[in-house]
């Protein structure tokens, strides 16, 4: 069984040979401490490594991928050529939407929102990038075609834009959007229409070059924190859910490719909107949220919906010894993955406090067949 084949048999609600693992991404990837050391832990030194401005790698070097038997490759959007990134003297930088963000630590801040405070008028007036624009395709169709007709993996079209209701929190701000989801209804509609607008016409043009070569569409929208949703779920239900559903019908029509949606945090809530609304594979399934325990999940979502993560960063990654460690991961594979329906990964970017004997362990024990899985945890 290839890797491609043993992903589509656990997106189909079956056992392949072993479990499906993931490594890399937007939400799946690592941060650029924590990749120096593995990469001198597994003596594998890449050159021309290529960072987001959150300092997490892009594309994990093809040497550690192969070693640790990753069945995943990922292809990425370019950038519109207008507008550009502006980086200022300060350090600081603008995105391509307008957003000044800076870099505070290890994390990056986002320091001014374009529509803070803003009104009907300033919605009217701030224009998104050109889905159009030919920065978006460049050499994404080639790179996309040449993995699906000459490798074995499971083709991911990596997370290039942000979601409907967090692309609010940072455009308006994160305090200012949620009190305007209550207070200025119509004119939070009037935004997410034209963002909807933005993302369906921009994915539309994308899957119509390279639906044909993508198995996975990694999106993201975080709604939630720890222990609740940012709001109601009837909130989601009335202003978010019915956009969700125009945009993910889309890419549904423009190709056969599953869609993953990332929203950290307790979501238990609305897993059944998201199931309705068309959502393939929820991460990172935040162990430590409320409701987002691997058994409670699997019993009452997985045969309706995949899971992907679901490896706790907040303990077992970065303080547990590794027989807690080792035993964690068993557990969290055996209570998610009867009957298929699970990948395994981080439930986030590996953080700079992961030893990376942690992360060649988690993929030693993923790549291991179900049953050395199963019997070496009693």
Known sequence: MNHRERVDMALSHCEPDRIPIDFGGMVSSIMRNCYQRLCDYMQIHPKNIRYTTYDTVIDIDEAIL??????????????PTAPENMIHDDGSFTDIYGIKRKKIGEYIETILFPLANGDINNVRDYTFPDPEDQGWMQGVKEKAKQLHEKTPYSIVLGMSVDGLFESGTYLFGF???????????????????????????????????IGA???????????????????????????????HKIFFNTIHKH?????????????????????EVGVDVLNPVQPSAYGMEARNLKNNFGDRICFHGGIDEQYYLPKANMDEFSKEVKRVINEFSPNGGYIL????????????????TLYKIGKSPYSLVKSSSN
């Open 255 to 275: 190709t056969n490719a599953k869609i993953f949606l990332h929203c950290c945090g307790s979501v238990v809530e609305i897993i059944d909107d998201l199931i």
């Open 345 to 360: 990964a981080p439930a986030h970017n590996f953080q700079s406090d992961t030893p990376p004997e942690k992360i060649v």
């Open 213 to 243: 070569f993508i198995d996975i569409i990694e999106l993201g929208d975080d709604m939630a924190n720890q222990r609740q949703l940012f709001f109601s779920p009837q909130i989601y239900r009335e202003m978010i859910k019915p956009r």
């Open 66 to 79: 192969t070693e640790l038997d990753i069945d995943f490759r990922r292809v990425w959007l370019g950038e």
């Open 175 to 209: 305090e200012d959007f949620l009190v305007k989801l209550y207070r200025e209804k119509k004119l939070v509609e009037y935004f997410l229409d034209k963002m909807l607008d933005f993302l369906t016409a921009l994915y539309s043009r994308v899957l119509k070059e």
